[in-house]
């Protein structure tokens, strides 16, 4: 991964690092900008070769969320918590010690006094939210049961099958899903709710998964089964990718067969540079800085502002306007919708291009 992509601001607003008094693990809050309001952005924990690569980690997530947030109208910046566990760690805090390194996280959430929101992430649940909410009141998306608005991946899900729709409206001539082809990389929280949605529409569906036993799911939908290195190439109307990151590179975008990539996975770009490639190529790529936002658009309205849930779940299927309107403007510009993406968020944080 380029280390600037997804960078708008070159420079965080403020960043602590911080051994864990309790467990001795190193952590770090980034906080890439309040301009708009207190930063979001979950805690990510996992082990790395060194804590500084977990700085770095949280350096790109933070600017990332930045952008999200901002997109997708929120009254928030962005922020995000590494864990940088020790090697060979992992286990213990997994496990017996789990509750005093959620201890020590909220020590340093806290330090930032309201500035800062955290919620889950990878190595992270809604289960982990309650430890954490014990040492502040800075924890989104703890369980329904424990007063928190819980997994976020159903809202995601929601934004991603907005954004489908968007992109149906703006660049595939309106097309009805039936009418269309998907191929659908991942199954897994997001992936699996995307993937119902599409089939129960009758959209015709070629999916993936590196885990074999999602396989069941295929076969649940009527849809073709493809090998994870054959399915973003698949000759389908849409890719939707819902697994990992970084795939589109410069090797990877000559062999695409699609008309247009949306999904939720975070940082498919490996470079910036790679948008103006799929551009080239009269592919359209949404940014998935917007598409992915329906978790912290819910966490946030329902947490942060008192939402219902159903007043949650329209401020999420807006995500499809705010694509549609990304969209068309980058059409009419003739740029790529990243392009467009960037100059709103710049515009909105009243940074100079
Ligand atoms: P998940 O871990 O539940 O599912 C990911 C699935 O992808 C798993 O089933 C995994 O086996 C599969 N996978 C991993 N590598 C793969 C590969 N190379 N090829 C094919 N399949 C592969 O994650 P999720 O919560 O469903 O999130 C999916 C993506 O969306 C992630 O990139 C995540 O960062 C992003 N995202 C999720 C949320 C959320 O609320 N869950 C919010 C924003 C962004």
Same mark, same amino acid.
């Given at each position: 991964?380029? =280390? &600037?992509?997804?960078?708008?601001?070159?420079?965080?607003?403020?960043?602590?690092?911080?051994?864990?008094? !309790?467990?001795?693990?190193?952590?770090?809050?980034?906080?890439?900008?309040?301009?708009?309001?207190?930063?979001?952005?979950?805690?990510?924990?996992?082990?790395? =070769?060194?804590?500084?690569?977990? *700085? %770095?980690?949280?350096?790109? *997530?933070?600017?990332?969320?930045?952008?999200?947030?901002?997109?997708?109208?929120?009254?928030?910046?962005?922020?995000?918590?590494?864990?940088?566990?020790?090697?060979?760690?992992?286990?213990?805090?997994?496990?017996? !010690? !789990?509750? +005093?390194?959620?201890?020590?996280?909220?020590?340093?959430?806290?330090?930032?006094?309201?500035?800062?929101?955290?919620?889950?992430?990878?190595?992270?649940?809604?289960?982990?939210?309650? +430890?954490?909410?014990?040492?502040?009141?800075?924890? *989104?998306?703890?369980?329904?049961?424990?007063?928190?608005?819980?997994?976020?991946?159903?809202?995601?899900a929601t934004g991603v099958i907005a954004s489908i729709d968007a992109v149906r409206e703006h660049v595939l001539?309106?097309r009805p899903l039936?009418?269309l082809?998907f191929?659908l990389?991942?199954?897994?929280?997001?992936?699996? $709710?995307v993937g119902?949605h599409l089939?129960?529409a009758?959209a015709?569906?070629? /999916?993936?998964?590196?885990?074999?036993?999602?396989? #069941?799911?295929?076969?649940?939908?009527?849809?073709?089964?493809?090998?994870?290195?054959?399915?973003?190439?698949?000759?389908?109307d849409v890719v939707v990718?819902c697994?990992?990151?970084?795939?589109?590179?410069?090797?990877?975008?000559?062999?695409?067969?699609?008309?247009a990539i949306v999904g939720a996975? &975070? &940082?498919?770009?490996? %470079?910036?540079?790679?948008?103006?490639?799929?551009?080239? !190529?009269?592919?359209c790529?949404a =940014?998935?800085?917007?598409v992915?936002?329906?978790?912290?658009?819910?966490? /946030?309205?329902?947490?942060?502002?008192?939402?219902? =849930?159903? +007043?949650?779940?329209? *401020?999420?299927r807006?995500i499809g306007?705010?694509l549609g309107?990304?969209?068309? #403007?980058?059409?009419?510009?003739?740029?790529?919708?990243?392009?467009?993406?960037?100059?709103?968020?710049?515009?909105? $944080?009243?940074?100079?291009?």
């Open positions: 991964m380029a =280390p &600037n992509a997804h960078h708008v601001s070159a420079h965080p607003e403020a960043v602590r690092v911080q051994r864990g008094a !309790r467990t001795g693990q190193m952590i770090v809050v980034s906080i890439d900008s309040t301009r708009l309001g207190p930063a979001l952005g979950g805690c990510r924990i996992r082990s790395y =070769p060194t804590w500084q690569d977990g *700085l %770095a980690d949280a350096l790109r *997530l933070s600017a990332a969320m930045t952008e999200k947030a901002a997109l997708a109208g929120l009254a928030h910046g962005g922020g995000k918590t590494v864990v940088a566990l020790d090697a060979g760690s992992a286990a213990e805090f997994t496990g017996p !010690r !789990r509750g +005093e390194l959620l201890a020590d996280v909220a020590d340093l959430v806290e330090s930032f006094d309201g500035g800062y929101l955290t919620g889950p992430d990878v190595g992270s649940a809604p289960q982990d939210m309650i +430890e954490i909410g014990r040492g502040t009141s800075r924890a *989104l998306c703890r369980p329904e049961s424990a007063g928190g608005s819980g997994d976020s991946s159903g809202p995601t001539g309106g039936e009418s082809s191929s990389l991942g199954l897994g929280h997001v992936g699996a $709710l119902e089939a129960a009758g015709r569906l070629v /999916v993936t998964d590196v885990d074999t036993s999602r396989r #069941a799911l295929a076969e649940r939908w009527g849809a073709t089964w493809n090998e994870p290195d054959e399915a973003l190439t698949a000759d389908v990718p697994a990992v990151g970084g795939f589109l590179t410069p090797e990877t975008v000559p062999a695409l067969r699609c008309r996975a &975070n &940082n498919q770009l490996d %470079a910036d540079s790679t948008a103006d490639l799929l551009h080239a !190529r009269g592919i790529w =940014p998935d800085t917007v992915s936002a329906g978790g912290i658009v819910s966490a /946030v309205s329902r947490e942060v502002h008192g939402a219902s =849930p159903d +007043e949650a779940d329209l *401020l999420v807006d306007r705010r309107e990304v969209l068309a #403007a980058a059409a009419s510009r003739d740029v790529p919708p990243l392009h467009e993406a960037r100059r709103r968020v710049r515009e909105l $944080l009243d940074v100079s291009a």
